[in-house]
DNA sequence: CAGTATCCAGCTAGATACTG
DNA sequence: CAGTATCTAGCTGGATACTG
């Protein structure tokens, strides 16, 4: 009615910013992209290898069989990187090529769309090569003066 | 000794590569603009207001009580608005300054570091204003498709 | 080879109540 | 005003076992 209680009006624009939040591009992007194994089969195909130490040429994208990602990401569990390629495929950000040999040859390659994600997630490594030791030391100092 | 068993093998590369993992500057990173809060909460402080629909004047970066913060950001619970400003603060992203006023005032202030974190967010914002949308559309199709 | 299916443990966000 | 403390429900990632 036209009256409402503090407590229903709280509730309410915590409903309506929610939604609003949950609309929001950046926090999409920021949901696919802070899923652990996104970034690495990203590095992965992005043709850096993943993550391997200082190799940062930016050659062709590579294409990768499930088996071949499967031993580079060694800590993944197979379904989550089953569940994982999926939503990348169902994002566009990489595509998944059926070669029917048996047993079937699966594999993945990068989009246009998916490159051009890798390519900014490049600029966030760069931050975070620049200063996550600035970050880092911040909280040593942190915790020591709490201690 | 000298032979392992291959599941030893595997588990032993899983437990090394997620140590890799961990320790890795971009992982830790996203490890904390993922979080929910810590970009509404940078936006907001990064004075352009918490994603104000187009508002993307770079002014001074601003200062903002704890009330103020948890009547903007409407979604947010008083624990995880303490939980995300403290661990803001313990990064040296954001600085915590105590007013002995009565009642006590508390208000929050992006720092250098927090100012320039807040400033890649910006690039991250733009590729998703740019590319979500094909996103979505992929997902979307994608979905027709299957279903 | 490249998955699918199921079940369970751990973490965490949120609600709630209390305080200097 | 600006927190702290506690409890719980829900989601998610991992282990395991099975298949075209």
């Given at each position: 009615m036209a009256t409402m209680t503090a407590a229903q009006q709280k509730a309410q624009a915590k409903a309506e910013y929610n939604a609003f939040v949950a609309a929001c591009p950046s926090r999409k992007l920021l949901d696919r992209i802070s899923d652990k194994w996104v970034t690495l089969i990203l590095a992965a195909l992005g043709s850096?290898?993943?993550?391997?130490?200082?190799?940062?040429c930016a050659g062709e994208p590579r294409s990768m069989r499930f088996s071949e990602l499967s031993r580079l990401l060694a800590g993944v569990s197979q379904k989550m990187l089953t569940q994982t390629l999926r939503s990348l495929e169902r994002d566009g950000l990489i595509t998944r090529t059926v070669t029917p040999t048996v047993p079937v040859t699966v594999s993945y390659e990068l989009t246009d769309l998916g490159l051009s994600l890798h390519q900014m997630m490049r600029g966030l490594k760069t931050w975070a090569e620049t200063h996550m030791d600035d970050v880092l030391a911040n909280r040593a100092t942190y915790d020591t003066r709490t201690a």
């Open positions: 850096d290898g993943p993550h391997q130490l200082g190799a940062d």
